[in-house]
């Protein structure tokens, strides 16, 4: 169930709660509200920046199931965070130069909460 895979079991809630406290983001319980409501009454930048944000969470634990799954690997929602942007700064070479800053910006805040969050809570 595609709505339990992202949203719902811990390991994706875990993600998610961290990823929404760095960007202040709403709570998304579905992709429709994650790529709808999310974008209302952002500028075209932030408009892109947020759907490359949510679209590398869900290939992130798209991954991180699969090598559950077929591999036995279970990882932690701290690696799952660390593979979201992992993915995120290999595509920041791929945007224009005058959203490259912002991008690498807004993965370097993420790294941040994450250790921040982490540190505090395990």
Not at 63 to 82: E, M, W
Request: glycine share 2%; hydrophobic share 45%.
């Amino acid at each position: 169930h595609i709505k339990h895979l992202f949203f719902q079991c811990n390991f994706a809630h875990s993600v998610c709660s961290t990823i929404q406290m760095a960007s202040n983001l709403y709570p998304s319980t579905n992709v429709i509200n994650m790529f709808d409501n999310w974008l209302l009454g952002k500028d075209n930048k932030y408009r892109i920046l947020i759907r490359m944000r949510a679209l590398v969470l869900i290939w992130s634990f798209w991954f991180c199931r699969i090598d559950l799954v077929f591999n036995g690997n279970d990882f932690s929602p701290l690696h799952a965070i660390y593979q979201c942007t992992s993915l995120f700064r290999l595509r920041v070479s791929l945007q224009r130069a005058a959203n490259r800053d912002l991008f690498m910006e807004v993965c370097t805040q993420l790294v941040h909460v994450v250790r921040n969050v982490f540190t505090r809570h395990g």
